[in-house]
């Protein structure tokens, strides 16, 4: 048999093979068109404060922060007329410094920044509902895993409000908490006399102990609210959302819990929880954007448009009232076996 060589170098057929499988590939470009940058409204007004948060939108693929709009014209208006223009502070806010808003009525803001259509947005202040009742209690749960069994502490609460009859009542839920923790200044030693009679006389011995020396700092927190009552509509970074679509007109108890891990505490923790009856626009506003974090990773799901309410704009204006009731709870970090300096 005769053999059969190849006048192609090795080199050459490399090449050859590589143009011919790459010739099956191709890139596509896609050009996304820009749309028109629109002015962000993003805040909600209570009976005691007005402020604002004012930003624009990006391109779809800008992952730079929210940009604020600084030079801003943010005016606040009761029945078409005006009541106040807003006043830059910072990271994008404009404040009211001396107007005090009412429950009930209906406000407007109009926001104007050079190159961005200029926005609009309404909303009202709703009428508070009160906390009626608030009962706390220690709840422990045991878990296993097949691996081990351990338990885990909790706050309970059973909250108690009467849901006004025939209107539309929206629910946010939140608390705050002021907390300590210890935080290590170094050591101290002290000396002791001892006295002590023996021999038909009185003895005396200096002795020397050290001691760690802590001090107690104070610091506000945000904790985490969970909750499997049947009115939850959503769990969100403000706290608990839920209408009154289940328990109009009714006197209704919400449970709710809080690991204690989120009180826990050098000394007493003190805890506030905020009934915040809010405006349609805020709920909606809520209740879509959680919708939203929950699918945006899913390509199989239904994309969630966040609701608005700014008009030419985008994000929301909304309003709300409060009632709170404060509790405190005794979780020390640490034992007592540690010094603290006196002032």
């Known amino acids: 048999m005769q053999k059969r060589y190849s006048n192609i170098p090795g080199s050459w057929l490399l090449i050859l093979m590589v143009l011919i499988f790459s ?22 007004i209570t009976n005691d404060t007005v402020a604002i948060q004012i930003s624009r939108t990006r391109h779809i693929l800008d992952n730079a922060p929210v940009v604020p709009l600084e030079n801003a014209t943010v005016r606040l208006l009761q029945g078409g007329s005006l009541i106040d223009e807003l006043t830059y502070i910072e990271n ?13 009525e209906r406000y407007t803001i109009e926001v104007e920044n050079a190159g961005y259509p200029a926005v609009t947005a309404t909303s009202a202040i709703p009428e508070p509902v009160p906390i009626e009742a608030l009962d706390t209690t220690s709840r422990i749960i045991e878990y296993d895993d097949g691996w081990g069994t351990w338990t885990e502490e909790y706050l309970q609460f059973d909250l108690t409000i009467n849901d006004p009859q025939g209107e539309d009542n929206y629910y946010l839920l939140t608390a705050e908490t002021d907390r300590s923790r210890t935080e290590y200044m170094g050591d101290i030693t002290v000396t002791v006399l001892d006295s002590f009679y023996y021999g038909g006389q009185w003895n005396y011995q200096l002795r020397d102990s050290t001691y760690a020396v802590y001090e107690i700092q104070r610091y506000t927190d945000y904790p985490y609210i969970s909750s499997e009552d049947i009115v939850v509509e959503a769990l969100t970074s403000h706290g608990i959302l839920f209408s009154d679509q289940l328990i109009d007109g009714k006197t209704y108890s919400f449970r709710g819990q809080f690991d204690y891990h989120q009180l826990r505490s050098a000394d007493s923790a003190v805890v506030d929880l905020r009934l915040q009856s809010i405006s349609e626009s805020y709920y909606k506003y809520l209740k879509s954007r959680e919708k939203h974090y929950n699918t945006k990773d899913n390509y199989l799901a239904v994309p969630v448009i966040v609701y608005s309410n700014v008009t030419d704009g985008a994000g929301f204006f909304g309003g709300f009232s409060q ?7 005794f979780i020390p970090e640490y034992g007592r076996e540690y010094w603290y300096p006196e002032y």
Do not use: H, M
């Not at 010739?23 to 820009?34: D, K, R, T």
């Open 323 to 329: 009632d709170e009731q404060t509790f405190t709870t």
């Open 23 to 44: 010739g099956c590939e191709s890139i596509l470009f896609i050009e996304l068109e820009e749309a028109d940058k629109l002015i962000v409204v993003s805040g909600a």
């Open 92 to 104: 994008g806010y404009f404040l009211a410094a001396d107007f005090i808003p009412q429950i009930g």
